[in-house]
């Protein structure tokens, strides 16, 4: 009888084993098959949308008149858009890929700068056609080039998890058509940078990401890292760290640098080059507030100039629970300077600075003349909307959507019960941007 029950709990185990192992198996072949969808989703959209990129700039040669031309143009900008938006759901992060990239981004910008100018004062110039004609040939490459793919990968039943796991497992040197045909696309356009970039008026895509090319020092150690994190942190000596170094294709060199006590956990990245901190977080338990915000901003205030962040003026501060964030730019001769911000945590418990974010400070900071502008304030400020109450004035530089510095007229004020901030171009009167700044978050207590 024992016998009996002993073969019948263990047929039962077996069998459950067995159940639970193939219900495991479906539910991993459901997630491989709700990926490898998305892939071929991302992908037959990407070829989709170079098919139309190619026939709308073709369009556009055919087109003279402002009417036609504009919209046409901002549907280039459009569907550049959604191209990068498709390949950015590809698994290509480790196949290079970024002459493709710069390339829907170099159409992108050209395509939303003629199409926002007013092209009755300021027609197409005959290398703006010329450049026109350029991207309609080399549209057609791309496109030609991600046809054949699309055929191979459709006639051969061709599987994106399979890019997905020789590129994860350095193994994308095997034969791999798609990878293969990829790597074409990447070479065909790693040729037009100096061939026919030269003749355009694209805004330089380079811009998008610096890497702190302009940094200045010597290169530090990874003991040296691990003094600057102790020293932002507190945390004592007798504390092992842990220090990694960017990998081989991080286009800039830096250290990841943690540390814990058992009660809080330090880390930071630290360029290798000048040993500047990227960013810095503390995790504690922060306990309720026994300093205010005003002195909190103090405490973040005397934290940048004894760090050595010169010329940084405060120009934001919120309380959310029990942490100050405040956000800092640099003020040249009065005039703010957006792109060179910095962001600084504070823990009201005791005015510790708990987090700190100075990527793009470090990118954008450089030595710089703030240029004159061409029109007054005045002039720029009948440009806004007459019904806007301005409660605040002030000259600064911005990025604007074409990736350019530009130095503005900021106006901030109210319409009805919201605050605006509005940047005039001090060279056109144009309105570069426009922000509605964020009321502080209501809190929703639960109904019982």
């Not at 459901?30 to 990129?53: K, P």
């Not at 087109?63 to 550049?80: C, G, Q």
């Not at 191979?152 to 997905?164: A, G, Q």
């Not at 150690?221 to 507190?234: F, N, Q, T, W």
Request: charged share 30%; aromatic share 8%; with cysteine.
């Amino acid at each position: 009888m024992l016998r009996v029950i002993l073969i019948t709990v263990l047929v039962l185990g077996v069998a459950g084993t067995a159940f639970w192992g193939y219900q495991e198996h479906q539910e991993k072949n459901a997630i491989l098959i709700n990926a490898e969808n998305n892939y071929q989703r991302a992908f037959h959209e990407l070829t989709y949308q170079v098919d139309l990129l190619h026939d709308k700039i073709g369009s556009t040669l055919a087109m003279n008149s402002r009417k036609s031309l504009s919209p046409a143009l901002a549907d280039v900008w459009r569907l550049t858009s959604q191209a990068h938006s498709d390949v950015g759901q590809l698994p290509l992060t480790l196949l290079p890929f970024n002459k493709t990239e710069e390339f829907l981004s170099n159409i992108g910008d050209f395509s939303y700068r003629v199409a926002v100018r007013d092209l009755d004062k300021n027609p197409l110039t005959d290398k703006e056609y010329k450049s026109l004609e350029n991207l309609y040939e080399q549209s057609a490459d791309i496109q030609n080039q991600l046809r054949k793919v699309q055929h191979l990968v459709m006639e051969n039943n061709l599987r994106w998890m399979d890019v997905e796991l020789a590129l994860a497992s350095g193994n994308e040197q095997a034969d791999n058509t798609i990878i293969d045909g990829f790597k074409t696309v990447e070479k065909n356009v790693s040729g037009y940078d100096e061939a026919n970039f030269g003749t355009t008026t694209f805004v330089n895509t380079e811009k998008k990401d610096q890497n702190f090319k302009k940094l200045k020092g010597k290169e530090i150690s990874k003991e040296e890292a691990v003094k600057i994190l102790r020293r932002y942190s507190g945390i004592p000596k007798s504390k092992d760290a842990k220090v990694s170094k960017s990998g081989k294709g991080a286009d800039y060199k830096f250290y990841s640098v943690s540390i814990g006590n058992g009660n809080t956990e330090a880390s930071m990245d630290i360029t290798q080059k000048g040993g500047y901190p990227i960013w810095y977080i503390n995790n504690r338990k922060i306990k309720e507030p026994k300093i205010s915000l005003n002195k909190a901003a103090e405490k973040a205030t005397t934290f940048l100039k004894e760090n050595d962040f010169q010329k940084l003026e405060m120009f934001e501060s919120a309380q959310y629970d029990n942490i100050g964030i405040f956000t800092y730019v640099t003020v040249l001769d009065g005039v703010r300077i957006y792109p060179d911000s910095v962001k600084i945590k504070v823990a009201l418990d005791n005015g510790q600075i708990v987090g700190f974010a100075a990527e793009e400070y470090l990118k954008n900071n450089h030595e710089r003349e703030v240029p004159k502008a061409s029109i007054t304030k005045a002039e720029a400020k009948e440009t806004t909307n007459p019904k806007l109450k301005i409660m605040e004035e002030r000259q600064a530089v911005i990025v604007n959507d074409l990736n350019e510095e530009v130095l503005c007229y900021e106006f901030m004020g109210m319409l009805g019960k919201d605050t605006y901030r509005i940047f005039i171009n001090a060279d056109t009167g144009e309105e570069e941007k426009v922000e509605r700044l964020k009321k502080a978050e209501p809190i929703y207590e639960e109904v019982v």
